[in-house]
T-cell receptor, first 112, second 115 residues
């Protein structure tokens, strides 16, 4: 089954404790992206990757890092999480930059 | 800066009522347009998309959208909503700008359909 998976689905952590949210897709898609969803703000793009070792900032990259060492994986790293990063995070992939995206199930992160 | 506006933040309808959700974008070049739906507790799923050709596009579950280039609009419609259409709907635009593709989402419209 074609899908985008994310782990963990729920995470509660404390300020400053490094964390990684994993994202994996099995569709051989080149384009992958991370979004955060906040009430009233819709989805905002954090980072995206057009292929292995090619990443770029989205609209809200501050406080986040990504890497793309393999085509299928695109982890999101929070080196020092802060409460304003409490949000719902979605990973997405597509087979081309202009095409529709397939979304993962989301990761609800709470930073206290 | 490019943006996508969804004017209706919350919509409440009774079953069988007609639906129209507005979406306007600000970008003068070529765009790909999408509507996504997010059912409660679920991830976003594609409803329909427009790349080129017939400006009236049909999607899943009886939804359709019309691209009006002169108005920079891509409104979503459904003639008769069902309780199961209760969800949040997002309009999105993909545009080539500043040497790269940008995917921009609207802020979403929460639809509640009363049985």
């Amino acid at each position: 089954e074609a899908q985008v998976t994310q782990n963990p689905r729920y995470l509660i952590t404390v300020t400053g404790k490094k964390l990684t949210v994993t994202c994996s897709q099995n569709m051989n898609h080149e384009y992958m992206s991370w979004y955060r969803q906040d009430p009233g703000l819709g989805l905002r793009q954090i980072y995206y990757s057009m292929n292995v070792e090619v990443t770029d900032k989205g609209d809200v990259p501050e406080g986040y890092k990504v890497s793309r060492k393999e085509k299928r994986n695109f982890p999101l790293i929070l080196e020092s999480p802060s409460p304003n990063q409490t949000s719902l995070y979605f990973c997405a992939s597509s087979n081309d930059r202009g095409y529709e995206q397939y979304f993962g199930p989301g990761t609800r992160l709470t930073v206290t | 800066a490019q943006s996508v506006s969804q004017h209706n933040h919350h919509v409440i309808l009774s079953e069988a009522a007609s639906l129209e959700l507005g979406c306007n974008y600000s970008y003068g070049g070529t765009v790909n347009l999408f509507w996504y739906v997010q059912y409660p507790g679920q991830h976003l799923q594609l409803l329909l998309k427009y790349f080129s050709g017939d400006p009236l596009v049909k999607g899943i579950k009886g939804f359709e959208a019309e691209f009006i280039k002169s108005k920079f609009s891509f409104n979503l419609r459904k003639p008769s909503v069902q309780w199961s259409d209760t969800a949040e709907y997002f309009c999105a635009v993909n545009a080539f700008t500043s040497g790269t593709y940008k995917y921009i989402f609207g802020t979403g419209t929460r639809l509640k359909v009363l049985a």
